[in-house]
C-alpha cells in the first residue's frame, strides 16, 4: 500500500509539471518573430514569506515555473530568495539581441531593479517585471503578453491520467486511514507487552 502512495506521488508530480498554468513554449532561434524575439533565459526574486506581496511571486516560482521549465528544457532559470520583504519582487527575462514593443510596455508599467538578476550579456536584453503585489496568474499572464510563449494544452491522456489519479486519492482515504489505524493498533500492542514484560520483572 505505502509503494502504491509512492507511485501515485510521483505520477502526480509529474502530471503536475506537464499540465496547467504555465505549460508553454517559449520562443527560440527558429521560433522567433519581430515582436516576439527568442528568450535565453529567466531570473525570478522574491522573498520567502509571503506577506508584503511576494505571495504571489512564490506561487508562481512553486506551479509556473517548474511548468515552463519542463516544456523549455534548454532555456536557463534561476532563483533569488531573499529574506529582505521590503525588496523587490521582479522576473528578468532576457531576450536575443532586443526586447520586443509588448515587453517593454509592460515593463515599463511599473519600473523595478532587481540587483540579483544577472547583467545581459553582450549579445542579450533584459526587460524586468514587477510583480510584487499580484497573483501567480496574473504575473503568468504579463509573461505570456510579453514573451508570446504558446501554450501547450493538456492531451487527452493527460486528463484521463489526472481524472483517475483524482478518484484514486478519493478512494485512497480511508485506506490511509485504515494502515494507519493498523499501525497504531500495532505500536499500542508493543507497548502494553512492554509493558506487562516490565511488570513481570519486577515481580521476579
Not at 509556473?64 to 520583504?85: D, F, I, W
Not at 525588496?87 to 515593463?107: D, K, M, N, Q, W
Not at 487527452?156 to 486519492?169: F, H, V, Y
Request: net charge positive; with cysteine; charged share 25%.
Amino acid at each position: 500500500m505505502v509503494n502504491l502512495f509512492k507511485r501515485l506521488r510521483k505520477l502526480q508530480t509529474m502530471l503536475q509539471a506537464k499540465i496547467g498554468t504555465g505549460a508553454a513554449i517559449l520562443p527560440n532561434l527558429s521560433s522567433a518573430s519581430k515582436e516576439f524575439p527568442a528568450v535565453t533565459r529567466l531570473h525570478l526574486t522574491y522573498a520567502r514569506k509571503i506577506d508584503q506581496g511576494h505571495g504571489g511571486a512564490r506561487h508562481f516560482w512553486r506551479n509556473c515555473l517548474p511548468r515552463l521549465k519542463y516544456h523549455n528544457p534548454g532555456v536557463p532559470m534561476t532563483v533569488a530568495q531573499t529574506s529582505n520583504q521590503q525588496g523587490p519582487a521582479a522576473l528578468t527575462i532576457y531576450f536575443a539581441e532586443r526586447v520586443g514593443s509588448a515587453a517593454t510596455a509592460l515593463a515599463n508599467e511599473k519600473k523595478v531593479t532587481d540587483e540579483l538578476a544577472p547583467a545581459p550579456d553582450a549579445n542579450e536584453q533584459s526587460a524586468v517585471l514587477d510583480i510584487k503585489h499580484r497573483t501567480y496568474q496574473q504575473i503568468w499572464d504579463r509573461v505570456q503578453a510579453m514573451t508570446g510563449a504558446k501554450v501547450v494544452p493538456a492531451t487527452p491522456e493527460d486528463i484521463a491520467l489526472s481524472q483517475k489519479l483524482a478518484e484514486i486519492k478519493k478512494k485512497s482515504g480511508p485506506d490511509r486511514q485504515r494502515v494507519a489505524a493498523i499501525r497504531q493498533a500495532k505500536k499500542d500492542q508493543e507497548r502494553m507487552l512492554a509493558e506487562a514484560r516490565g511488570q513481570v520483572d519486577k515481580q521476579v
